[in-house]
């Protein structure tokens, strides 16, 4: 057993609102210069909807991510080293501009300036990367609130997948929101995709960065990530993509995007796993038994043996004692309602998230039933606005018993934790039939309904000693500045933050990779 610790966050999609607070505070602080207009490190996607950028989960037109060989072992979907270097100039696997958007913005200075005539002056778009007028035809937040419809939806990959079990008819549509950043994964493709070795994923917390002075702008990255969460800076020539705010972190605050996010539906916390057993976890044959296998890696942070085992490993002691206090490992392991996106991809994901049950509440409630009645809630799940196998679809590969069982137990906490407050005798049968116990439901309530800011943000500290060094870059965690922060790049004041020492890398994983050190 070899202990590991890994931030990991978990979004409650029964609770966002699609304000796009979360997008719009993160690109202000992290993607707000040139050369990444058109990136979005947070985007909020309507489901279902065809995603930014467009159809980022068709893995057989992007070739993200891990598949198995015929020998049961993983190799990368884009193909092995020699046939990607030989396509090391002329990368075929790329989204272009416009699969994600061309940013504009519009001509004011024409409304003040335009001279005196018989016509109304106009604001034209302009694009924000040429500076030349253009048509806008695409954004990231293009199918906003539509549910893709009526143009789009029906090229959602998933439902091109389920084909005639989405339907669109107005009485049966349905959409939910669904926030994104990188998945910081375990097993990361992005990460061994890289032939100079510039992206790492740094050995005390997982959090995946790109290495400024070593990236070589190759864009395998983009390639290799499922997700499509990293981008290619035009200006620079390098990659770049979501650093979990580290700097932040480095100081116990929050990333910035769970720090604004006005529905309070993120969590942050520590998960300790077993670095031995990811590999095998990944290389499970069967896609549908990939959600099972990843649990099987977490560790039980209370268990004596692991603790023993985390000191051993050098994890400090403020770590493992808030992998203890983890919401994210609560709502993970032990209450298992979070779920991890798309785990067919075999990158371990670690940005997990708990499927919606309003609409189906909402539904009930049209009909005439009480739509917070346990027995009347279980009995619609299967029958759900938002299909079940759409959810399994996007969560566990297809199969649909986790998100029924948590979507079974999300209703049965509503339904018994209403009868508390009404003063109501709650009945326990709906919580057994749930698998859970008025002990359960108390801690899950505290935790998505009633968890204060200290409850939902449980990260340890980089150092007590840099204190003030930390609070500065914290301060100024924007990539704006020569020399800045982000991206494992050197400090603003010239000292080397993360040094990579010999034998911290974990062995096994990132199969590309030959360095030993980088920051």
């Avoid at 796009?20 to 690109?27: A, D, G, L, R």
């Avoid at 990368?91 to 016509?119: C, F, I, K, S, V």
């Avoid at 692991?306 to 000191?311: K, L, M, Q, R, S």
């Avoid at 005439?368 to 009995?379: H, P, Q, R, S, T």
Wanted: with cysteine; aromatic share 10%.
């Amino acid at each position: 057993m070899r202990v590991m610790a890994q931030l990991a966050m978990v979004m409650n999609l029964d609770k966002c609102i699609g304000c796009h607070t979360c997008s719009v505070t993160c690109k202000q602080t992290w993607t707000n210069r040139e050369g990444v207009e058109y990136v979005w490190f947070n985007n909020v996607e309507t489901k279902p909807g065809q995603g930014y950028p467009r159809r980022y989960e068709d893995q057989e037109k992007w070739r993200g991510g891990w598949k198995l060989g015929r020998n049961g072992r993983l190799k990368l979907n884009a193909g092995n080293r020699f046939s990607r270097l030989a396509n090391l100039f002329a990368n075929p696997d790329l989204p272009a501009l416009a699969d994600y958007y061309e940013p504009w913005t519009y001509d004011y200075r024409n409304l003040t300036e335009a001279p005196l005539g018989e016509d109304t002056p106009t604001a034209r778009p302009i694009s924000a990367i040429t500076g030349r007028p253009t048509s806008p035809k695409w954004g990231p937040n293009w199918e906003d609130s539509l549910a893709g419809a009526p143009e789009h939806a029906q090229t959602d990959p998933l439902v091109e997948k389920l084909g005639k079990k989405i339907s669109f008819e107005f009485e049966q549509s349905f959409m939910f929101y669904l926030p994104r950043i990188c998945e910081h994964c375990l097993n990361p493709s992005c990460v061994a995709s890289c032939p100079s070795g510039a992206m790492y994923k740094r050995a005390e917390d997982g959090i995946v960065l790109v290495d400024q002075d070593g990236c070589r702008g190759w864009r395998m990255c983009v390639t290799g990530c499922p997700y499509k969460k990293v981008y290619f800076n035009h200006q620079t020539g390098k990659a770049e993509k979501c650093t979990f705010c580290y700097p932040r972190l480095e100081v116990g605050q929050p990333t910035i995007c769970a720090e604004t996010c006005v529905g309070r539906l993120r969590y942050i916390g520590v998960l300790l796993y077993d670095a031995d057993q990811v590999g095998q976890a990944a290389s499970v044959r069967d896609d549908k038994q990939l959600y099972e296998a990843q649990l099987g890696v977490f560790l039980d942070p209370h268990d004596r043996e692991v603790v023993a085992a985390a000191t051993a490993a050098g994890i400090p002691h403020d770590w493992i004692q808030a992998a203890q206090r983890s919401p994210v490992h609560a709502l993970i392991t032990e209450h298992r309602i979070a779920l991890p996106l798309h785990p067919e991809y075999r990158t371990m994901p670690m940005v997990w998230y708990i499927p919606p049950l309003s609409p189906v509440v909402d539904a009930l409630a049209e009909t005439g039933f009480d739509g917070e009645d346990a027995d009347n809630l279980f009995g619609a799940i299967d029958a759900l606005r938002i299909p079940l196998e759409y959810l399994a679809e996007l969560f566990t590969a297809g199969d649909p018993g986790p998100v029924r069982s948590s979507l079974r137990k999300l209703a049965a906490m509503r339904a018994y934790m209403r009868s508390v407050n009404l003063g109501e005798e709650p009945d326990e049968r709906a919580l057994a039939t749930a698998g859970l116990t008025p002990a359960s439901v108390h801690s899950l309530y505290r935790l998505l309904a009633i968890a204060k800011y200290q409850d939902r943000y449980v990260v340890p500290t980089a150092g007590i000693g840099r204190a003030h060094e930390l609070e500065g870059i914290a301060a100024t965690c924007s990539l704006d500045t020569d020399g800045g922060p982000g991206m494992g790049g050197p400090a603003s004041n010239g000292t080397d933050l993360f040094v990579w020492r010999d034998g911290e890398r974990p062995a096994g994983l990132f199969p590309t990779l030959s360095r030993k050190g980088g920051r």
